[in-house]
């Protein structure tokens, strides 16, 4: 070690020291030790659902790894052969993917109307919609259940997804006129040059090049509406609700019902986990280009 080197360590903090001495094999080790522990209530619950009602309220899920010959898939026929729990799966589909695919596309072309159009207030307009991020989910839920109950859609799935998609757009135009306004204004002028319009340039050029803004949108506004209660428990109908609601009235009906809330609950959660691995890719390109830019 040269005298130059020893200066610049004496000069490091100690935690500096101790991350440069760590190297990238200790590292990753703590990074896996931290992502078994992160998921371990995931794999205690899927154990838990392959397991008998009565073995889970005699011992923890561990107790698999030494007595494997316990597990079954009993609780997910159970599971499959209700009705109640099948139709608000089905009913959770229909509330995500419309909410999840209207709030990409009016907040990809609001993004781009507030990132490269001119038209009159657009700044104060802009200033509305970031006002509109700190207005809390709770303070519209009476208003708003008055006004669908005027127009007939209260306890609808047309009023649920219309309540995701309202309070879904202002993150979503924040987020993607943000990312739209980083594109080279060049590109966009060499487009107009070939005679390209306003909506042939968001189709050809803007879309293609926001897709992984639009990706991590897309996850994130599918994961807030299908892990949603609070709002389907309100305005869904209560005869055929989401899954998350279905879930909540076997407690209520059952009490300690572990057989069908075990398995409900993984099924729920495994959609989102596949839609979430299926764009994990744009995902990722989404963050690093937002942390880049």
């Known amino acids: 070690m040269t005298s130059a080197d020893t200066v610049v360590q004496a000069k490091q903090s100690p935690v500096a020291r101790i991350a440069a001495r760590a190297g990238g094999g200790a590292m990753r080790v703590v990074l ?41 898939f009993s609780g997910y026929d159970k599971l499959l052969s209700n009705q ?19 709030v990409v596309v009016i907040g990809a072309l609001a993004g781009y109307a507030f990132a ?13 919609v970031v006002g509109l991020l700190v207005v809390p989910v709770q303070v519209a839920l009476i208003p708003v259940a008055k006004l669908f109950g005027e127009v007939g859609i209260f306890q609808t799935t047309t009023g649920v997804v219309l309540f995701h998609t309202a309070f879904g757009l202002p993150f979503a135009i924040f987020l993607l006129r943000n990312f739209f306004a980083e594109i080279p204004r060049e590109l966009l002028e060499a487009a107009r040059l070939d005679g390209a319009g306003e909506l042939r340039l968001f189709v050809r050029v803007v879309m293609p090049l926001g897709g992984p803004a639009i990706a991590s949108l ?58 979430f691995f299926a764009f994990q890719r744009q995902f990722v390109a989404g963050v690093m280009a937002g942390a880049v830019k």
């Open 32 to 72: 896996i030790l931290i992502g078994l522990l992160w998921l371990m209530p995931t794999a205690g619950l899927l154990l838990s659902s392959l397991r008998d009602p009565a073995q889970v309220d005699l011992s923890g899920w561990w107790k698999v790894f030494t007595d494997p010959g316990q597990l079954t």
């Open 84 to 102: 109640q729990i099948t139709d608000s799966l089905w009913t959770t589909l229909a509330i995500t993917v419309p909410a999840t695919l209207l």
């Open 116 to 128: 490269w159009m001119e038209f009159p207030g657009r700044d104060w307009w802009f200033l509305v």
């Open 218 to 275: 897309g996850i994130f506004q599918f994961l807030w509406v299908w892990n949603d209660m609070l709002v389907a428990l309100i305005f869904a109908d209560s005869g055929n609700p989401p899954i998350t609601v279905a879930l909540q009235q076997q407690v209520r009906q059952f009490g300690n019902n572990i057989d069908i809330l075990g398995p409900g609950a993984f099924v729920s959660m495994l959609i989102p986990l596949a839609v």
